[in-house]
């Protein structure tokens, strides 16, 4: 990979040439949000670069989408589908390097580089999508085996269904927030005393307030209602891909989740990574599922293509004093289920899949203790402390907690990653 121009990129920047990843911004000088990459701590403006008159000769894809990149959402762009991004990518890595073929169009314009050339710490990140609709996993084997572990006891861990199929729920785009925004602890009906007979419910903030680390997909092409999309083809219908925090209250879904599945406690809030990795950008980092000894129906089957990736997440729990502690490390490649089966068994009766939907891979944790991407396994149930620097413990979220996922790959100069998925817990409204 060459090297940029671009002043103060960081051999550890998740945002290197390799990248180029796609968001949306807005600053004081122009306020509308609108799209930009980011390359080391900058971001290109690509309102301002397109407003250039030669962007359409540098760009001759975009030449009947004018004012693409001022809207504000990626979705019309996501739609043009991956031949278009791939291209896109590979003329902004092209005008970003050293050795670019087309230095007057951007690298020896000092003008030019003025106006789109910021600095991240000058921009404000917005939700990347307009998210129609929002589709929640289970995809991670290592959490729906240990959860299950949890419940039902090692032999009866995974319910029958597990191996046959991507299980999943339809999630709540409504509240998928971009990484920064405040989240504020949900009310709900909970069981304070789980013994006593019959059971009563409370009407309080929640007490056991959890995390779930997952990786996110965009859809770029949609499919027509009544058609489905193969597994073989479902990759060209992915734009990119986000961190994504799908916060739990455990004790208002312990609850209602019979026999329909979880509601109140998860549609509070969901937090997404502000920067969309194109799926290109992940390409060399492809490794296979888990393996599945259970014959697959024709439709899942990919024949043990590489189609997950091996990014290295990371969960930081800060504490209302500014502790922080490395909560988890583990990899996006404990999963069972790939994007793709997930969007050819979503399909499979003829749902319709839109640009902009998101789809949630469920938490992923490793085989091993510290690498759970949920507090209810880090605290087994919430049995035990997860200890914390500053003489400080936790078995859920408190108050005043900020939680930050990260996921990068790669080496040095040439690393791809997410950027920060952040949150911090607002408390509750109080109960009337
Ligand atoms: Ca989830």
Known sequence: MASTWVPDVSPDTPFSLANIPFGIVSSSADPAPHAAIAIGIHVLDLKALSSHATFHDVFPALKNHPGIFSKPTLNEFAALGRPVHREIRKTIQDLLSSETSRPEALKDNAELREKALLSQRNVKMHLPMNIGDYTD???GFHHAYSVGALFRGPQKALQPNYTHLPVGYHGRASSIVVSGTPIKRPVGQIIIDPTAEPKQ???????RLDIELELGCFISTPNEMGSSIKVTDAEDHIFGYVILNDWSARDIQTWEYIPLGPFNG??????????????????????????????????LNENKKESIFDIELQVDLITPQGDATTISTTSSKYLMWSFPQMIAHHSLGGCPMRTGDILGTGTISGPTPNEKGSL???????????MLYGMDVRRFLKDGDTVVMRGICGKPGEKV???????????????Q
């Open 266 to 299: 998860k549609n509070f809030a969901t937090t997404i990574s502000p920067w969309v990795v194109l799926a290109d950008a992940l390409d060399p980092f492809r490794t296979k599922c888990l393996d599945n000894w259970t014959p697959l129906q024709p439709y």
């Open 417 to 431: 990653g997410f950027g920060d998925c952040v949150g911090r817990i607002l408390a509750a409204t109080p109960v």
């Open 137 to 139: 996993f289970y995809a």
């Open 376 to 386: 209810l396994e880090l605290s087994e149930g919430g049995k035990k402390d997860v």
């Open 201 to 207: 419910p409370t009407t309080a903030p929640s007490r």
